[in-house]
């Protein structure tokens, strides 16, 4: 799945921080409208479920794209250990951010909901209804929202610790591209130290 | 492609780099407890509200949390067209909608006795043969006690009953009334209503105020009202000492033929409160004639069509939508709760309430 590159393609870098975006204001969304009564509660909704699947649509974009560009090695230095954690939590990140709008999609239809994505354009039903399944599918939801949470946090504080401290060049291949990350003052840290080209 | 000068050097060097990461990490960590409540303990949510009502009346596993006591209706709705004028709702259009009903009484208990409030409620889930749906909950009464989400919670924290007495302490109910004057077109009502014989017979009112918008996006406020045709003081089954006489009395009237309402539209004036549902509007607002409610079956709620279904106010198709009324977006937030609620105990998940026989009648 890696390759002798040394940054994310263009497609790839765009879909990942545009999807960091979403998906971020996604969990943000999701557990604010359901502590809220107020109509925080219905707008929050109404922008939930349409940005549910438009990430469900570029996650699988994001894949097609990822099997055509294959990423960056990780450096050949790094504890295997990490490697392992990096590996299981970009997999774990892919399958949460499929698995969730499906399972929010699956929930509604299982409630007997319609799944409205705005005032008129609705969804067909992806599940039978069934209490039983509603009760099943939204305990998911939010579970694994949860888990999306502490995966993102896990992966921003990895993002941080390569850029900052390991300076090995895992964050830059993100944020810049191949050409250019010779010319442009890298971005990303903006205290006294500054990333060194990590290129040979 | 590692700088080997970054690991070489003593970790101090980095302290100032692992502070960032860990204040980058507790701020977002911190954000997300604010917004997801758990760090904003005296917000008023959907949880405080479903729990407040449980304190108050018991946990009955598998019913829901409020007008828990109830029977499922069916049939459907048979627009004349007249609305269409002012929504592009398919409900509207000329032709019958099917729907599945539900009446009820306010209360957490599925078995408390009919006669024990004068409120009956009426809810809808109108199936447009575009998917869409429109779901709709109504009372037997024209006006709501109180006008936001925050009051509602107040007054149910009022009404607990003390543990000692096992009734509300009047003291309480008397200091929420007195500082809730917004409550006194509800008391006056309250004050003559009776408990009805019927569920065939009463008025079922929006309460909330909502948007029609029609086919050129003109948008008008409207309240809705279901109003019988049936008329009699009740049938001739003798209910006394039967608590559940509105369920014997609607299968005996159904048994006979079906019950009809006409659903009244009040179209607003500018002006006219839509965020207020203690105050009525002026009598003298036009009023249209959508159709003919026409309900054929019913069936106990255990087993019926309705037992699964949320009647939540927010569900609406294209053509109506919601007004500026607090009371909306808080009703769906808590439906949504005792939803969760009771389809979990339904599917016995761990951590729920067990549901418990029905108790003997004393």
């Known amino acids: ?200 | 492609m590692h700088d080997p000068s970054a690991t070489d050097t003593p970790p101090k060097r980095h302290l100032g780099s692992w502070a960032l990461i860990a204040a980058v990490v507790a701020v977002t960590v911190g954000t997300f407890g604010y917004v997801g409540g758990w760090l904003a303990p005296h917000r008023l949510t959907p949880k405080r509200i479903v729990d407040q009502l449980q304190d108050n009346a018991g946990t009955f596993a598998g019913y829901r949390r409020n007008h828990a006591k109830g029977v499922c209706v069916t049939g459907y709705f048979d627009s004349n067209g007249h609305a269409q004028a002012y929504s592009s709702a398919e409900v509207f259009a000329a032709g019958r909608t099917p729907l599945v009903g539900r009446f009820a009484i306010p209360g957490s208990n599925p078995y408390a006795p009919d006669s024990s409030v004068p409120i009956r409620s009426m809810a809808l889930r109108l199936a447009q043969a575009n998917g869409q749906q429109w779901r709709t909950g109504m009372n037997s009464m024209p006006v709501f006690p109180v006008s936001t989400p925050q009051a509602f919670y107040d007054q149910l924290k009022a009404q607990q009953p003390d543990p000692a007495t096992g009734k509300p302490d009047p003291a309480k109910v008397a200091a929420f009334f007195a500082a809730h004057p917004e409550t006194a077109a509800f008391r006056a009502w309250a004050k003559t209503a009776k408990p009805s014989a019927s569920f065939a017979t009463e008025n079922y009112w929006s309460l909330d105020a909502f948007v029609f918008v029609d086919s050129a996006g003109k948008r008008q406020a409207v309240r809705w009202r279901m109003v019988p045709e049936a008329t009699d003081a009740g049938s001739d089954v003798d209910n006394s000492g039967n608590p559940d006489y509105l369920a014997s009395d609607l299968a005996q009237r159904l048994s006979q033929g079906p019950l009809r309402w006409h659903l009244l539209v009040t179209l607003a004036q500018a002006g006219d409160p839509t965020n207020d549902a203690t105050r009525e509007w002026p009598a003298d607002r036009p009023t249209i004639d959508a159709g003919t409610l026409v309900l054929e079956h019913t069936e106990p709620q255990e087993s019926g069509p309705c037992r699964d279904i949320n009647y939540d106010p927010l569900v609406l198709p294209d053509g109506i939508e919601a007004s500026d009324d607090p009371l909306l977006p808080a009703r769906s937030a808590a439906y949504a709760d005792s939803y969760l609620r009771r389809t979990s105990e339904e599917a016995h998940l761990p951590g729920t309430a067990v549901a418990q026989p029905k108790p003997e009648a004393k």
Not at chain 1, 51 to 67: D, E, N, P, Q, Y
Not at chain 1, 131 to 145: I, N
């Open chain 1, 1 to 200: 799945m890696t390759s002798d590159v040394k940054t994310f393609s263009l497609p790839a870098r765009v879909l990942h921080w545009l999807m960091a975006i979403m998906i971020l204001a996604m969990l943000f969304i999701g557990v604010g409208m359901v502590a809220s009564v107020s109509e925080r509660h219905d707008w929050l909704l109404r922008i939930h479920k349409p940005l549910g699947i438009a990430i469900l649509i570029l996650a699988v974009v994001r894949l097609a794209v990822r099997l055509r560009h294959p990423p960056p090695a990780l450096p050949a230095d790094l504890p295997a250990v990490q490697k392992l954690a990096a590996h299981a939590s970009h997999w774990l990140l892919y399958i949460l951010m499929l698995a969730m709008p499906l399972i929010g999609w699956a929930m509604l239809s299982a409630g007997g909901y319609p799944v409205m994505l705005s005032d008129s354009l609705r969804l067909p039903p992806i599940f039978p209804t069934s209490p039983v399944a509603f009760a099943v599918l939204r305990h998911m939801h939010g579970w694994f929202a949860m888990l999306l949470f502490l995966t993102f946090l896990a992966h921003m504080g990895a993002a941080l610790y390569h850029g900052l401290i390991r300076r090995d060049g895992v964050l830059s291949s993100m944020v810049r591209g191949e050409k250019k990350a010779e010319m442009i003052e890298p971005v990303e840290v903006s205290e006294s130290v500054t990333e060194p080209d990590t290129r040979p």
